[in-house]
């Protein structure tokens, strides 16, 4: 474990290395804020952006596309065939699909989402959570991610991280940590709202939290929250938790670059700026048209003077002049102007990918709905396709290290946790070291590089062509939560429109009575049973009455009266007694008369 001064020797090294990289981030974060500033240093004042926020567009069209479909978790059987085995490699998938659904996974895979397509890298911490028994995804942002610097794109795992961000001293106190705050700051009036920078280290062998604070040269004065010249910075340890696996706990996913961790908009910072600059530029020249500069200009032999101003024309008073004529000055755009702020938006378009339809819009030139799905997907379907695959193999590594967390505190307990929603929610039990017994699975997305509305289209024509079964299709649609489950409530389905099927038609021809028919008909239609329990209830019903008559019960009621017929509707009229049919009757003819001609 590194000790307070070499966590702190190693933030400000990383800060250093990292701090292009966060500069470029923020710049990134406040045009998709809107709180970006256009400097005028010409008109020494500064306006908000009036150009179209393509950035924004761009980042929640994307990440919305690439987290849109849910990835299937697939565990292989040690033993195919066997069916231990089988069941246990889909009990760790269902398992796994459970942490995912209390953790809220697919809402944190938005967020990251975002992240990796505006910042370049998406980082996580997996940790255990105490209360629900289950491992957890903490998406952190990464502004606040210092990864090991030999972390380069397309790696998952950096070989350890620091997570550098600030809490109030309130929260400070709140958490337990008072007494730290005093240790830190040599002071007991600390304002509660008063920032304390935090420095998270995590690796391999654990997680130490750090709060940092800047001491001057002169000892005796207290620490000060921020930073100064000549000051340096201290800290007092708060946290220290071993990790109990052989892997650090934390995920750092990066898009895939040339070089180190880009967005995919930072190439467009400088067209937005520029763009966003000639917007303002052009709303101050036509504010002053319609509110002219004005000039006094003094009369041959006379010094023009104003009595009363002068006034801005937008203030609707009169200026009042003595020596001289008021002249006003119109000023309007260059004639280049609206043609150069559209060539900088395509400029903006091009460079990003940012296509017309993320903004409900189509371009000029195309005529059909065919034309404008084949642009849009010339320009999304790669990068989506990469950060899902990007993606999967980042949830993969995020599994192991949950699986290893559940076998490491919880190894030999049993847990129970419910998969699925509403009524299609089921209980998996499971034990760690049983059913985690490998960690080896695949996390992949249906179709990579398509998005909701393509998947299920897809997957409908290819089951329609007979060229992929139900079953497959039922794995890939995202809106089917367990496949298996699925399956199994098709055949119910199934079974129960026959049997309402064959109910009706023997009811109809009067092999089932009706006094049975109301006994189902009541239980179904006053909601105490399904169709399946009713039948099966009224035939037991029918069989304990015509058990007790056997047994000499004297007075019978009307469900005993009934019972001999309603067992042999339950079983159908192929149980029945069946009287002779017209061929029968004739061969028994044929044989009483030579029975009746050899006696005689």
Same mark, same amino acid.
């Given at each position: 474990?590194?000790?307070?001064?070499?966590?702190?020797?190693? #933030?400000?090294?990383?800060?250093?290395? #990292?701090? @292009?990289?966060?500069?470029?981030?923020?710049?990134?974060? %406040?045009? #998709?804020?809107?709180?970006?500033?256009?400097?005028?240093?010409?008109?020494?004042?500064?306006?908000?952006?009036?150009?179209?926020?393509?950035?924004?567009?761009?980042?929640?069209?994307?990440?919305?596309?690439?987290?849109?479909?849910?990835?299937?978790?697939?565990?292989?059987?040690?033993?195919?065939?066997? $069916?231990? #085995?089988? =069941?246990?490699?889909?009990?760790?998938?269902?398992?796994?699909?459970?942490?995912?659904?209390? &953790?809220?996974?697919?809402?944190?895979?938005?967020?990251?989402? =975002?992240?990796?397509?505006?910042?370049?890298?998406?980082?996580?911490?997996?940790?255990?959570?105490?209360?629900?028994? $289950?491992?957890?995804?903490?998406?952190?942002?990464?502004?606040?991610?210092?990864?090991?610097? &030999?972390?380069?794109?397309?790696?998952?795992?950096?070989?350890?991280?620091?997570?550098?961000? $600030?809490?109030?001293?309130?929260?400070?106190?709140?958490?337990?940590?008072?007494?730290?705050?005093?240790?830190? *700051?040599?002071?007991?009036? +600390?304002?509660?709202?008063?920032?304390?920078?935090?420095?998270?280290?995590?690796?391999?062998?654990?997680?130490?939290?750090?709060?940092?604070?800047?001491?001057?040269?002169?000892?005796?004065?207290?620490? %000060?929250?921020?930073?100064?010249?000549?000051? *340096?910075?201290?800290?007092?340890?708060?946290?220290?938790?071993?990790?109990?696996?052989?892997?650090?706990?934390?995920? +750092? @996913?990066?898009?895939? *670059?040339?070089?180190?961790?880009?967005?995919?908009?930072?190439?467009?910072?400088?067209?937005?700026?520029?763009?966003?600059?000639?917007?303002?530029?052009?709303?101050?020249?036509?504010?002053?048209?319609?509110?002219?500069?004005?000039?006094?200009?003094?009369?041959?032999?006379?010094? !023009?003077?104003?009595? &009363?101003?002068?006034?801005?024309?937008?203030?609707?008073?009169?200026?009042?002049?003595?020596?001289?004529?008021?002249?006003?000055?119109?000023?309007?755009?260059?004639?280049?102007?609206?043609?150069?702020?559209?060539?900088?938006?395509?400029?903006?378009?091009?460079?990003?990918?940012?296509?017309?339809?993320?903004?409900?819009?189509?371009? %000029?030139?195309?005529?059909?709905?065919?034309?404008?799905?084949?642009?849009? %997907?010339?320009?999304?379907? /790669?990068?989506?396709?990469?950060?899902?695959?990007?993606?999967?193999?980042?949830?993969?590594?995020?599994?192991?290290?949950?699986?290893?967390?559940?076998?490491?505190?919880?190894?030999?307990?049993?847990?129970?946790?419910?998969? !699925?929603?509403?009524?299609?929610?089921?209980?998996?039990?499971?034990?760690?070291?049983?059913?985690?017994?490998?960690?080896?699975?695949?996390?992949?997305?249906?179709?990579?590089?398509?998005?909701?509305?393509?998947?299920?289209?897809?997957?409908?024509? =290819?089951? !329609?062509?007979?060229?992929?079964?139900?079953?497959?299709?039922?794995?890939?649609? @995202? /809106?089917?939560?367990?496949?298996?489950?699925?399956?199994?409530?098709?055949?119910?389905?199934?079974?129960?429109?026959?049997?309402?099927?064959?109910?009706?038609?023997?009811?109809?021809?009067?092999?089932?009575?009706?006094?049975?028919?109301?006994?189902?008909?009541?239980?179904?239609?006053?909601?105490?049973?399904?169709?399946?329990?009713?039948?099966?209830?009224?035939?037991?019903?029918?069989?304990?009455?015509?058990?007790?008559?056997?047994?000499?019960?004297?007075?019978?009621?009307?469900?005993?009266?009934?019972?001999?017929?309603?067992?042999?509707?339950?079983?159908?009229?192929?149980?029945?007694?069946?009287?002779?049919?017209?061929?029968?009757?004739?061969?028994?003819?044929?044989?009483?008369?030579?029975?009746?001609?050899?006696?005689?």
């Amino acid at each position: 474990m590194k000790t307070v001064e070499q966590i702190i020797d190693l #933030y400000k090294t990383r800060a250093k290395y #990292y701090s @292009p990289l966060q500069s470029k981030m923020r710049l990134i974060q %406040s045009i #998709y804020n809107g709180t970006m500033e256009v400097p005028l240093p010409d008109l020494e004042e500064s306006s908000m952006p009036f150009a179209p926020n393509l950035m924004a567009q761009g980042i929640d069209q994307m990440a919305g596309r690439i987290t849109s479909t849910s990835p299937q978790i697939n565990f292989s059987s040690a033993k195919p065939g066997t $069916r231990t #085995y089988d =069941r246990r490699a889909q009990n760790a998938e269902r398992a796994v699909s459970g942490w995912w659904q209390k &953790d809220r996974l697919p809402l944190k895979m938005r967020q990251r989402g =975002r992240h990796m397509i505006a910042y370049g890298m998406a980082p996580c911490v997996i940790r255990w959570d105490w209360k629900n028994n $289950r491992p957890t995804w903490h998406t952190r942002h990464p502004l606040e991610a210092l990864p090991s610097t &030999d972390i380069i794109p397309g790696q998952v795992q950096p070989n350890d991280v620091i997570f550098a961000y $600030r809490r109030s001293v309130g929260w400070m106190r709140a958490t337990g940590y008072g007494d730290k705050v005093v240790a830190l *700051t040599n002071d007991y009036d +600390v304002a509660p709202d008063t920032s304390i920078l935090m420095i998270e280290y995590v690796d391999m062998f654990g997680t130490q939290l750090v709060a940092a604070g800047y001491q001057t040269a002169d000892p005796y004065m207290p620490i %000060s929250l921020l930073e100064s010249d000549g000051s *340096t910075l201290k800290g007092v340890l708060l946290e220290n938790i071993p990790n109990p696996i052989d892997m650090v706990p934390a995920t +750092v @996913p990066m898009r895939i *670059t040339l070089d180190g961790a880009q967005g995919q908009f930072d190439n467009m910072i400088g067209m937005y700026y520029q763009q966003a600059k000639l917007m303002s530029l052009e709303v101050i020249a036509v504010e002053k048209g319609i509110f002219p500069d004005t000039y006094l200009v003094s009369r041959p032999g006379e010094v !023009g003077r104003f009595l &009363d101003g002068p006034h801005d024309g937008r203030s609707g008073m009169v200026n009042i002049v003595s020596g001289g004529d008021i002249r006003e000055v119109q000023s309007q755009p260059g004639y280049l102007t609206n043609p150069t702020i559209d060539r900088l938006e395509r400029n903006q378009r091009v460079t990003a990918g940012i296509p017309a339809e993320f903004g409900g819009e189509s371009s %000029s030139n195309i005529r059909t709905g065919r034309r404008g799905d084949a642009v849009l %997907s010339a320009v999304i379907d /790669y990068p989506v396709a990469e950060a899902q695959e990007n993606f999967a193999y980042t949830l993969e590594q995020e599994n192991r290290i949950g699986m290893e967390l559940a076998k490491a505190y919880r190894g030999e307990e049993k847990t129970t946790i419910y998969v !699925g929603t509403g009524n299609a929610a089921r209980p998996v039990t499971y034990t760690p070291n049983e059913t985690f017994e490998h960690t080896d699975h695949v996390v992949s997305y249906p179709a990579t590089g398509s998005d909701l509305n393509q998947l299920i289209l897809g997957i409908g024509q =290819r089951v !329609g062509l007979g060229i992929m079964s139900k079953q497959t299709a039922a794995s890939l649609d @995202p /809106y089917v939560d367990n496949p298996e489950v699925e399956k199994d409530q098709i055949v119910a389905e199934g079974l129960e429109q026959a049997l309402v099927a064959g109910m009706q038609q023997q009811a109809a021809s009067g092999q089932i009575p009706p006094l049975v028919v109301s006994k189902v008909m009541k239980l179904v239609r006053d909601d105490k049973m399904e169709l399946a329990e009713a039948f099966n209830k009224v035939t037991e019903d029918a069989m304990k009455e015509q058990q007790e008559l056997q047994m000499g019960m004297e007075e019978q009621s009307m469900d005993q009266l009934t019972a001999d017929s309603t067992v042999a509707a339950m079983a159908g009229p192929q149980a029945a007694v069946q009287g002779p049919n017209p061929s029968q009757e004739n061969l028994g003819s044929l044989l009483n008369a030579l029975r009746r001609g050899a006696s005689g």
